[in-house]
């Protein structure tokens, strides 16, 4: 794989659905390859928590990742479902803290069967759109190379198949774990900063892939204290209807009788919501995320996947400011290589 610098991972060996599920859901074959160049920024648009914070605020693309090639690996940054607290803790935070915490797989290079499982899933429909953007193709081959063969990654495995590599690119002297927190704040991650539990997302990871690559820094944008109002209210409202909703890993938490007397849909929201507002992520008090909320002066200052390609009324184009990848319009996503992939995204 890389020629970069292997550092050595004990990988874990348990997981926390029950294996059949697991193998559903995180591995499987990839239909083809598919036919993003090698640096292409790949763009989804997908519902669920993030959509519906990132909707909130007036944006639309919900995940980004760096291709390394028609038919090759890809590099993301994302996050499997959180597990539900043991007992008794689950009734009052009914997350496990440290999943929220860890962020799991967090920053991960997959195959394509890896990556295909990860948009499609199990047989589900996938994103209402998938697309990659190249811009400058020199350029983007060049940060596509940059994270391939200079950065230094630690040697893993799929938690669900020990025989299917995954490996962790090392960023700031670590692994980088997935951080909700990155939502509020970017931090240092831009420019290869420090961050809160080494944490990034999807689209802080390209603005850290861009800058590395000596193609300029990606700016942080200052979202207005009402559009994180919204943002907040609408990840919050996400959640909660999840669960009474009975949907996903969230409906298993509403379904938890053991505690009946316990708002726990509401403070599984809250947690998730904490966590996102202050890093927070271990506890189920309302008070802190709506603490934020509820402050005039509290704004985001985040880089979100319709940032980095110049939509939504971001920088496009060659204007000052703008990305490699945002000079191009989108060009649709095609499964289209011979042959199939087996791989995991976690």
Same mark, same amino acid.
């Given at each position: 794989?890389?020629?970069?610098?292997?550092?050595?991972?004990?990988?874990?060996?348990?997981?926390?659905?029950?294996?059949?599920?697991?193998?559903?859901?995180?591995?499987?074959?990839?239909?083809?390859?598919?036919?993003?160049?090698?640096?292409?920024?790949?763009?989804?648009?997908?519902?669920? /928590?993030?959509?519906?914070? /990132?909707?909130?605020?007036?944006?639309?693309?919900?995940?980004?990742?760096?291709?390394?090639?028609?038919?090759?690996?890809?590099?993301?940054?994302?996050?499997?479902?959180?597990?539900?607290?043991?007992?008794?803790?689950?009734?009052?935070?009914? *997350?496990?803290?440290?999943? =929220?915490?860890?962020?799991?797989?967090? =920053?991960?290079?997959?195959?394509?069967?890896?990556? @295909?499982?990860? /948009?499609?899933?199990?047989?589900?429909? !996938?994103?209402?759109? =998938?697309? #990659?953007?190249?811009?400058?193709?020199?350029?983007?081959?060049?940060?596509?190379?940059?994270?391939?063969?200079?950065?230094?990654? @630690?040697?893993?495995?799929?938690?669900?198949?020990?025989?299917?590599?995954?490996?962790?690119?090392?960023?700031?002297?670590?692994?980088?774990? #997935?951080? /909700?927190?990155?939502?509020? %704040?970017?931090?240092?991650?831009?420019?290869?900063?420090? +961050?809160?539990?080494?944490?990034? *997302?999807?689209?802080?990871? =390209?603005?850290?892939?861009?800058?590395?690559?000596?193609? !300029?820094?990606?700016?942080?944008?200052? @979202?207005?204290?009402?559009?994180?109002?919204?943002?907040?209210?609408?990840? #919050? +409202?996400?959640?909660?209807?999840?669960?009474?909703?009975?949907?996903?890993?969230?409906?298993?938490?509403?379904?938890?009788?053991?505690?009946?007397?316990?708002?726990?849909?509401?403070?599984?929201?809250?947690?998730?919501?904490?966590?996102? +507002?202050?890093?927070?992520?271990?506890?189920?008090?309302?008070?802190?995320?709506?603490?934020?909320?509820? %402050?005039?002066?509290?704004?985001? &200052?985040?880089?979100?996947?319709?940032?980095?390609?110049?939509?939504?009324?971001? &920088?496009?184009?060659?204007?000052?400011?703008? %990305?490699?990848?945002?000079?191009?319009?989108?060009?649709?996503?095609?499964?289209?290589?011979?042959?199939?992939?087996?791989?995991?995204?976690?």
């Amino acid at each position: 794989m890389n020629s970069a610098i292997v550092i050595p991972l004990v990988v874990a060996s348990s997981c926390f659905v029950s294996a059949a599920a697991a193998a559903e859901q995180a591995c499987g074959y990839s239909s083809a390859g598919w036919n993003a160049p090698n640096g292409a920024a790949v763009f989804s648009v997908g519902s669920g /928590l993030i959509g519906d914070l /990132l909707n909130a605020v007036g944006e639309i693309r919900t995940h980004s990742m760096l291709s390394h090639g028609a038919g090759k690996w890809v590099t993301h940054a994302t996050m499997k479902q959180p597990t539900e607290n043991s007992w008794p803790a689950v009734c009052s935070t009914p *997350v496990t803290p440290s999943d =929220l915490i860890e962020g799991y797989p967090g =920053l991960s290079q997959v195959n394509q069967g890896g990556i @295909y499982r990860f /948009l499609y899933g199990s047989g589900g429909s !996938g994103p209402t759109s =998938l697309t #990659y953007q190249v811009g400058d193709g020199k350029k983007a081959a060049s940060i596509g190379d940059a994270i391939w063969w200079e950065v230094a990654y @630690y040697a893993d495995h799929s938690i669900v198949d020990e025989g299917v590599e995954i490996d962790r690119p090392n960023i700031r002297g670590a692994r980088v774990r #997935y951080s /909700l927190y990155q939502y509020r %704040t970017t931090e240092g991650t831009p420019t290869g900063g420090p +961050a809160w539990n080494n944490g990034m *997302v999807c689209s802080s990871f =390209l603005a850290y892939a861009h800058y590395v690559d000596g193609q !300029g820094a990606i700016p942080p944008y200052t @979202y207005s204290h009402e559009k994180l109002v919204n943002a907040a209210n609408a990840l #919050y +409202a996400g959640v909660r209807d999840s669960c009474e909703s009975s949907l996903g890993f969230w409906g298993s938490i509403g379904t938890s009788i053991a505690c009946f007397t316990t708002d726990i849909c509401g403070k599984a929201a809250n947690q998730v919501a904490n966590c996102m +507002a202050s890093h927070a992520c271990d506890t189920s008090s309302g008070s802190l995320w709506r603490g934020v909320r509820d %402050t005039p002066s509290t704004v985001a &200052v985040s880089i979100s996947p319709d940032r980095v390609g110049g939509w939504s009324g971001h &920088v496009w184009g060659t204007q000052p400011g703008a %990305t490699v990848w945002s000079a191009d319009i989108g060009h649709n996503v095609q499964w289209n290589s011979g042959g199939n992939v087996y791989g995991c995204w976690y």
